[in-house]
């Protein structure tokens, strides 16, 4: 995943719900220049962040094993556009698991303010395309640990998630892989 339109979770319920923020900063090169002297956040980076969040809460279902992607938007409605400064939270609920894919509904709020409304489909991709993961298992675990994906994840009872055995064992490699930083203190002593 090249660019992230979540900054991070807040609530993440496998298979039931997850709460991301997204704040909104002038900063970001795609709202300095995408409408000058008028800067908002372009909805469908907004429609982008919403899938993000929902289409990590279906994948985490199966433990990444499924290639979700998004396939459909069935419903888009925003009430205002997403200004700096503005602190987007989105809401995504699973509405219906398939063997071929899911249907999640998306809310996203500024404040108190209902900001925007989605329905998303999303696909799990099957044989008639390329096997393996959709991205680099050591960047794709760096992401959902940026978005602290599992310091709030719960199971529905309660009990916190775990990075999959595969995405784990890829997360060791990778650190093993890196020389230790030699402490500047230590080399500093007589």
Request: cysteine-free; charged content about 25%.
């Amino acid at each position: 995943m090249r660019w992230f339109w979540i900054d991070r979770f807040e609530e993440f319920v496998r298979g039931r719900r997850a709460v991301a923020i997204k704040n909104v900063a002038l900063s970001e090169e795609q709202i300095d220049g995408y409408s000058p002297g008028f800067p908002l956040m372009p909805t469908s980076l907004v429609i982008e962040g919403m899938a993000q969040t929902a289409g990590l809460l279906i994948g985490e279902l199966s433990g990444f094993e499924h290639r979700v992607v998004l396939a459909k938007i069935g419903k888009a409605v925003f009430q205002f556009p997403a200004r700096p400064g503005d602190t987007l939270r989105y809401t995504a609920t699973i509405l219906d698991v398939k063997d071929d894919g899911a249907m999640a509904s998306i809310t996203s709020h500024v404040g108190d303010r209902l900001h925007g409304e989605v329905e998303l489909m999303f696909a799990f991709l099957d044989d008639r395309f390329l096997p393996g993961p959709l991205f680099e298992p050591v960047d794709f675990v760096a992401m959902v640990r940026a978005f602290a994906m599992y310091d709030v994840g719960v199971t529905p009872d309660g009990q916190p998630i775990e990075l999959p055995p595969f995405y784990a064992q890829a997360e060791r490699n990778a650190e093993q892989s890196y020389p230790p930083i030699p402490s500047p203190v230590e080399a500093s002593k007589p």
